[in-house]
């Protein structure tokens, strides 16, 4: 009884919980979309996978992927139709090449609140607590804000399994048909963002289902009759692909290709997870020794145990794959999310974590959170950068600390949005780097300076990447690499290896001014020969 007590005089009043997760989600959308296009795509596959999505548009092939005008394999299609769709609404930059992921971590967020609110009425702060655990972990905040793919697969892989799960759990058929039809679609769009890997969510459904063993809630015949709503989403493409003049071309170059090379060691993940999962795995870690005691009251939750199953299921399946890398992590966080916010309330409430924090918490938050909202305006005075953008990012941050500690007083909410103005300062202080970690933007900006455009320039020997990211930023492919030098007519810029100045220069002369670019195109250095004064 007093736990209860504890527990409704923390979130008391209706209003006051639909004010909160109001909060939640405009922070969620401010972090996750301002200023998405102040920094460069400075990581080489990123911009590769942003400029394979131009490309849909200046090809015109919409089934056949292409990078540098050669065909693609690497990745189904549908994270290069949605950025194609971004760029052609608003222009090929930045903010277009990172809107995808922004929009799908923001869908999470809202998937994560309505699952939670769905499978555990009685209690807002599983919703609450969830939500906040997702959005203020270092890697759903990174890739929410980057040009890749897999925020877009994640959020669909989970969306799938969330979609299973209420299906599973509706007694009435109508209800089972729409959340049935749900799963195959979601998966069947994860099938486009990432191939085959996309059916893992079965395997999951598979285990779960061996646990429970009631398979009349199951209603196989609905989930059957389901079905074709994957083979909708997915069979257009792949015959279309079939029917494509270059299929054969693309068939073999998908024998042959190495999509992913990168091996870590046996124990890469959990290192990589409690550092990605942050904040929330710092709570996990604290509240695990309590889940024995509790152990009888998570096993009457289903809604736990389907996403235990989850978590357990899939990370199993990452360590059996040679190749590791910690974005493969992210279908994880909205489960490990769901998990944390139901163990960490029972923390808060019963446990030591409730009577000896809160003596002390108040005083280290404060000294964090001044920290953390001068950082950007600070940073940006001595380092340069955008002081505006500085501002409202330190102003946001303000508020909404203030905001928790006035409306919440809960320390779980106050870390967890300490967390996020953390990360909404470093990306402040990223997008002072730019140049740094951006060789080819800053050959670019060498080339728009005299104004050459991307039909004068003449790339002899270069690194075949220095194409690729000259056609992004140009919106426009320029001529593909020589490996003789020319003098052609038109040309007005030489891109070439800095130890190819004597063959460059024998051909347009000693007396035209060369620029040296160190480090362009994967770090080789480079020069920049320009023909007119």
Not at 209 to 227: E, H, K, M, P, V
């Amino acid at each position: 009884m007093l736990a209860d007590n504890l527990k409704t005089d923390r979130f008391r009043q209706d209003r006051q919980i639909q004010i909160l997760v109001g909060f939640i989600l405009l922070l969620g959308f401010f972090s996750m979309f301002f200023n998405l296009g102040g920094r460069t795509i400075e990581n080489q596959d990123n911009i590769r996978l942003a400029e394979v999505g131009r490309e849909v548009l200046e090809s015109g092939d919409w089934v056949m992927m292409h990078l540098a005008g050669g065909i693609y394999v690497d990745k189904p299609p549908l994270h290069f139709w949605n950025s194609a769709l971004a760029y052609h609404v608003f222009g090929t930059n930045t903010f277009a090449a990172r809107l995808p992921s922004a929009l799908f971590a923001f869908l999470g967020l809202a998937a994560i609140l309505f699952f939670c609110r769905a499978v555990d009425r009685e209690n807002p702060r599983t919703a609450i607590y969830a939500s906040l655990f997702l959005i203020s972990s270092y890697g759903y905040s990174y890739y929410a804000r980057t040009a890749r793919l897999e925020m877009e697969y994640s959020v669909l892989f989970s969306l799938s399994l969330m979609a299973f799960y209420l299906g599973y759990d509706r007694t009435g058929k109508k209800g089972k048909l729409t959340y049935y039809l749900l799963f195959w679609t979601f998966m069947g769009l994860a099938f486009l963002e990432k191939g085959p890997v996309a059916l893992i969510p079965l395997l999951i459904a598979a285990a779960y289902l061996l646990l429970r063993r009631d398979w009349r809630r199951l209603r196989i015949g609905i989930l059957a009759a389901a079905f074709p709503a994957f083979i909708l989403v997915v069979l257009p493409w792949v015959g279309f692909l079939y029917g494509h003049p270059q299929f054969e071309s693309y068939r073999n170059l998908l024998e042959e290709a190495r999509i992913m090379t990168r091996k870590e060691g046996l124990l890469y993940y959990f290192p990589s997870l409690m550092f990605n999962f942050f904040p929330g795995s710092a709570f996990l870690l604290v509240s695990t020794p309590r889940v024995r005691s509790w152990w009888n009251e998570l096993k009457e939750r289903p809604w736990l145990v389907f996403s235990a199953t989850w978590v357990i299921v899939y990370f199993t399946v990452l360590h059996l794959t040679s190749a590791k890398t910690a974005r493969y992590l992210l279908p994880l966080f909205l489960p490990l999310s769901v998990i944390t916010a139901w163990i960490t309330d029972r923390m808060v409430g019963l446990t030591v974590l409730a009577r000896n924090v809160r003596i002390y918490w108040k005083a280290a938050a404060a000294v964090f959170a001044i920290l953390v909202c001068l950082a950007p305006p600070v940073w940006t005075l001595f380092h340069g950068g955008q002081i505006h953008i500085a501002v409202i990012v330190s102003l946001t941050c303000m508020f909404s600390l203030f905001f928790a500690w006035r409306r919440s007083g809960d320390v779980v909410v106050f870390v967890c949005i300490v967390c996020i103005s953390g990360l909404l300062s470093v990306d402040v202080i990223r997008a002072t780097f730019n140049d740094q970690v951006s060789h080819n933007m800053r050959l670019y900006k060498l080339l728009k300076e005299r104004d050459v455009q991307a039909d004068q320039i003449f790339l002899y020997r270069t690194d075949r990447e220095i194409r690729k990211y000259l056609g992004f930023y140009y919106d426009r492919l320029p001529a593909p690499e020589h490996q003789t030098v020319t003098n052609e007519r038109g040309v007005k810029a030489v891109v070439f290896p800095v130890d190819q100045l004597g063959n460059v220069q024998r051909v347009y002369g000693a007396g035209v001014k060369t620029v040296p670019l160190n480090g362009a195109g994967g770090g080789y250095d480079y020069a920049v020969l320009f023909t007119e004064p």
